[in-house]
């Protein structure tokens, strides 16, 4: 991941043309499309050398019949995908004439001094100039194949083509696309090879008028930067050329984002407007030095992470395109804002029920609001707490208020949606890491010294200072916690989510999750478990491979080699690339259990489709086959992972017990983002299952009203939320979170914030409930899993 300003921020019918032939060599005589394709591929736009302030991407219709693009899109992947990169999309209105030209203008550079034609249709893709994937999509949905054949069988696809090194493309991508040189199709012939298809050359940009140049740059605009920056959210002179006096305060000196930030010396009075700017040059470094006073002209943009039409995020005022005149050297960088306990105000933001841009900041008033007046300053911490580990993004948070829901081990609590914390604070480094390597920390940790830098608005996280000045870790000594050894009478079932575990992980991560079950657990009698994948993982995106059992031989080997019971395990396949997650892992939950201590009821007929029902007998509720998924078919499951169910006998007394991983929060508007209050898209799935999976037990337990219920699993929802009151009303289920201590109740860190998105609920029947949260892995630098196991012991009624 690069800095926050651009950090991997990609956003995660029929269609005009058959299905890509991805892998196929070019058709001899192939004639040209009679349809509209992708003809030009522009990545360099604004980059060190380029003529052009922007990337675009260039549509043809080689055909006799004008091609509607309305509903249709441009899309964007890096050339090497990661597992976690996701297309951009931007959508298109309008058409495209026979023989005609369509437009489509994306990100915008530091370099570069010609505009382009007017565009048909404009996005804010920040597309790499050496190498990338561009499709031309039925519907404005980004697409989710990162792989050849993955997008080979994609029908949404009309046209796509792969550049440089680009995992995804047609038969080869085309080489020589760079920072001066677009790649574009010769006399628009499609034989489904991109290096046939496509040559490099000289960017020729033209529009659907057929204009070929852009227009004459106007003359800036002498102002200051509390005017460019105004008192709402948006400059009043976004898309204006300005001039402006500063001093340089720091730099952005490696990645793709480099720039610095300017502040005026010389502020106005009207505490709504921020007195400072980050300049952005690109991938060039530039040439100047904190103290530095400047006159910089520059282009006002609004910059957000994904597409401004589209974006849930904040934006980040900025100039674009700059130059600028050295007017001293060496001089003084005015003082950073001090930032403690009282200095940012409680409540987070003003909830009008829709976009909060445009209206005006009331910085004394919200938390939001206070840290958009001082956007792009220099601001400081002093001996902060850390309420998270270090992240995998070279990320800390902190907090500036130390009375703010403390958890009991050093972290800041999130306690429901009209509690949140104003008081975290992401920090970065802005300190090369081969100078200064990042700090590795765990909650409660405190960063101590003085920290300081400019703070901007990140769709990760929210508001973060970019340190110049970074302070030192004092390690707090946080250990692991150990629950205790469950009794002879009692039955212990735990419940772990192992994060994408699949066979070829590496043995240490089975050696630390197989530690975290023997040690940390106490060798539970079950064990739900979420986040199993396939035998191959995510690397075998659409193999039809869905056995996990090669994933869980080698998890119960490592449970032995860690001194541990020879657990048996209990799933069901999932059908292939059905139940979301990782594309390729086919996710699915399942059971371990120590076949010393408890037995499972192994009745025929469990299948990926099949749904258990709840039979009753003379002796009570019994199960139709276990395990068994809980309604599969319902549409309340579609692209989710399927409940599990499980008989199991423990002392003679039978007990129900379902694995659970409810849809993600993916999708949702961030806490900090813009709506406000934020919509919880996911919210409705999660609801639709907690209805699907309270009514089963509610069948359970009419069957037999004494029955041992126990539901645990990732429900990823909050102890306040909606699903969990839908499967605890009426007192059928008790979730067990609730009974702990309000300052223990988490088990998952996000974005600062100690949370709980898992769960044990059981019914009335378990006697001596004895219930823990075991927290080894959220709040830990290095960790087997992103999430804390969970256990229950309790004697069940017979």
Request: aromatic letters at 6%; a negative charge.
């Amino acid at each position: 991941m690069t800095s926050s300003l651009r950090r991997a921020t990609i956003a995660g019918g029929t269609a005009l043309a058959a299905t890509l032939a991805l892998v196929t060599a070019p058709g001899a005589g192939a004639a040209p499309s009679t349809a509209a394709v992708v003809a030009e591929v522009y990545g360099g736009g604004g980059n060190a050398g380029a003529t052009l302030t922007n990337d675009f991407v260039e549509l043809a219709n080689a055909g006799a019949t004008t091609v509607n693009l309305a509903g249709l899109s441009v899309q964007y992947l890096p050339g090497s995908p990661s597992a976690s990169s996701r297309w951009q999309s931007t959508p298109l209105t309008g058409g495209v004439e026979p023989g005609g030209r369509y437009l489509v203008a994306e990100g915008r550079g530091a370099a570069g001094t010609v505009e382009l034609p007017t565009p048909d249709a404009t996005g804010g893709i920040a597309m790499s100039a050496s190498s990338g994937t561009v499709a031309l999509v039925t519907g404005t949905e980004p697409l989710t194949c990162r792989t050849v054949a993955g997008c080979a069988a994609e029908p949404r696809i009309v046209d796509l083509v792969g550049y440089g090194g680009a995992t995804v493309r047609e038969g080869a991508p085309v080489p020589g696309a760079s920072n001066t040189a677009s790649v574009a199709r010769d006399a628009l012939t499609d034989t489904d090879d991109n290096a046939a298809d496509f040559a490099a050359g000289e960017p020729t940009p033209t529009n659907a008028a057929g204009d070929t140049t852009g227009g004459p740059e106007p003359e800036p605009v002498a102002t200051r930067i509390y005017e460019v920056q105004g008192t709402t959210r948006l400059s009043p002179l976004d898309g204006e050329l300005v001039s402006v006096p500063g001093v340089v305060t720091a730099l952005r000196t490696f990645g793709s984002s480099r720039g610095f930030w300017l502040q005026d010396p010389d502020p106005d009075t009207d505490p709504r407007t921020s007195e400072a700017l980050f300049v952005y040059t690109g991938s060039t470094t530039p040439a100047v030095a904190p103290g530095d006073t400047l006159t910089v002209t520059g282009t006002v943009q609004e910059y957000y992470p994904d597409n401004p039409a589209t974006s849930d995020f904040q934006s980040l005022t900025e100039l674009t395109g700059a130059r600028w005149t050295v007017e001293s050297r060496g001089g003084a960088v005015p003082e950073p804002l001090a930032v403690g306990p009282d200095t940012v105000p409680g409540t987070l933001a003003p909830q009008p029920g829709g976009n909060i841009e445009e209206l005006p900041l009331r910085p004394g008033t919200y938390a939001l609001d206070f840290w958009e007046s001082h956007e792009s300053e220099l601001v400081q911490v002093s001996d902060v707490r850390l309420v998270s580990r270090s992240t995998d993004y070279n990320e800390l948070y902190v907090t500036t208020k130390p009375d703010e829901h403390p958890s009991a081990r050093g972290g800041t609590l999130y306690l429901g949606y009209d509690r949140p914390n104003t008081g975290i604070l992401k920090i970065e480094s802005l300190i090369p890491f081969s100078q200064r390597p990042f700090p590795t920390a765990n909650t409660g940790d405190v960063l101590t010294g003085v920290t300081s830098g400019p703070v901007e608005y990140d769709r990760f996280g929210g508001h973060t200072l970019l340190a110049s000045v970074l302070g030192e870790v004092k390690d707090n000594g946080l250990e692991r916690e150990t629950t205790r050894k469950q009794r002879r009478g009692e039955l212990a079932v735990a419940t772990y989510n192992v994060e994408n575990l699949f066979a070829a992980d590496a043995q240490a991560k089975f050696d630390a999750l197989a530690e975290g079950v023997v040690e940390h657990l106490a060798t539970p009698d079950i064990v739900t478990l979420e986040e199993v994948q396939d035998n191959n993982g995510p690397s075998g995106n659409g193999d039809g491979v869905v056995a996990a059992d090669e994933t869980l031989r080698r998890f119960t080997d490592a449970i032995v080699a860690a001194g541990g019971p020879r657990y048996e395990w209990r799933q069901i396949d999932p059908r292939d690339r059905t139940d979301g997650g990782q594309p390729g892992g086919n996710i699915r939950v399942g059971f371990l259990f120590n076949p010393h201590r408890v037995s499972f009821v192994d009745r025929p007929g469990g299948d990926a489709t099949t749904a258990v029902e709840v039979e009753r007998t003379r002796r009570g509720a019994r199960l139709s086959i276990s395990p068994g998924r809980v309604d599969p078919l319902d549409p309340a499951w579609e692209d989710s992972r399927k409940p599990l169910a499980g008989e199991f006998v423990f002392r003679g007394r039978t007990v129900f017990v379902v694995a659970n991983h409810f849809a993600s929060k993916g999708g949702d508007q961030p806490l900090h983002g813009r709506f406000q209050p934020p919509t919880r898209h996911s919210e409705e799935q999660r609801l639709r299952q907690a209805r699907v999976l309270r009514g089963f037990v509610d069948e359970l337990l009419a069957a037999d009203p004494r029955a041992n219920v126990v539901v645990a699993g990732d429900l990823n929802d909050f102890p306040f939320s909606p699903t969990l009151r839908t499967l605890t009303e009426g007192g059928a289920l008790e979730a067990l979170i609730d009974t702990l201590p309000e300052n223990e109740r988490y088990s998952y860190v996000y974005e600062g914030n100690s949370q709980v998105l898992d769960h044990i609920l059981v019914s009335r029947a378990p006697r001596r409930v004895d219930y823990d949260v075991v927290h080894i892995n959220a709040e830990f630098a290095e960790q087997a899993s992103d999430h804390d196991p969970q256990i229950v012991r309790f004697i069940p009624r017979g």
